[in-house]
């Protein structure tokens, strides 16, 4: 591969095994003039392993405005930057974004070198629908925080992925078990590509008890993938007296208004109710 000066490369690093890192990725890191890592004391167990030896610098969730900038400047100057991760592709629950930001508003290119990533891998294990799905990264930290996340996706009818760190995991499932219904189907996947790897699919309430049962369920790095709602298709229409009471209601009061007492009259959901006012009013 020809050197390409003032570009900068976003390279996909192994999650685990080693050997998950493309022929393009080792050329890559071996030919820029530098690698900006998220931690360059893990990034040089990887570097080692193949024999790279580039310089490199420190770019984390701490320093990243101020560095950022700085390696704008030096990318300006024609040299070549390797963007990467402690593990997976950058970016996704990591730093990098606001140097991606910067050198896509300076009208320099970013080059994605793709390879692992947790999410995506998780998913491909999964079993569950991933035709759509929404990628959350790392649930809230307090519980309160939590129980609303999860309140707030609990109708979603498309398949949702979080990340979770060892010391949460148990404390995340017992908030999604208080919010979701137990016989709701997820996937817990841990340690992916790892000596340990574990890919459990189950229900919440079974997942819930291997959890608090296995000590080794509370260790390593999870990616917890939850099935979509089935939603009633019946609470998806609204019958002609309902359309009627709403079109009442939009001759005399805003959208606003008119809908928030249709909800109290016919007990629709808001959003039915809000999407119908809307045609309603376009058709007007």
Sequence with gaps: MV????????VATPIGNLGDISFRAVETLKQVDLIAAEDTRHVGMLLQHYGISNKRVSLHQHNED?????????????????????AGTPLLSDPGMPLVKLVKEAGLDVVPIPGACALIAALSAAGL????????????????????????????????????????????????????????????????TKLHETIVKTTLAKALALVESDENMRKGEFVVIVDGAVIDKSEQELSPEHLRILAVLLKE???????????????VRKKLLYQAALAMQGEA
């Excluded at 050197?3 to 976003?10: I, P, T």
């Design 3 to 10: 050197n390409q000066c003032g570009k900068l490369y976003v």
């Design 129 to 192: 629908p991933v035709s759509q799905f929404t990628f959350e990264g790392f649930t809230p930290r307090t519980s309160s925080a939590r129980k609303t996340f999860f309140s707030e996706r609990a109708l979603s009818p498309v398949t949702w992925v979080v990340y979770e760190s060892s010391h949460r995991i148990l404390a995340c499932l017992q908030d999604m078990a208080a919010v979701l219904p137990l016989d709701r189907e997820i996937v817990i996947a841990r340690e992916l």
């Design 66 to 86: 101020k560095a950022s900038q700085v390696l704008l400047e030096k990318l300006q100057a024609g040299l070549s930057i390797a963007l990467v991760s402690d």
């Design 253 to 267: 009061c805003s959208i606003k208004t008119a809908v928030a007492l249709a909800v109290e009259i016919t007990g």
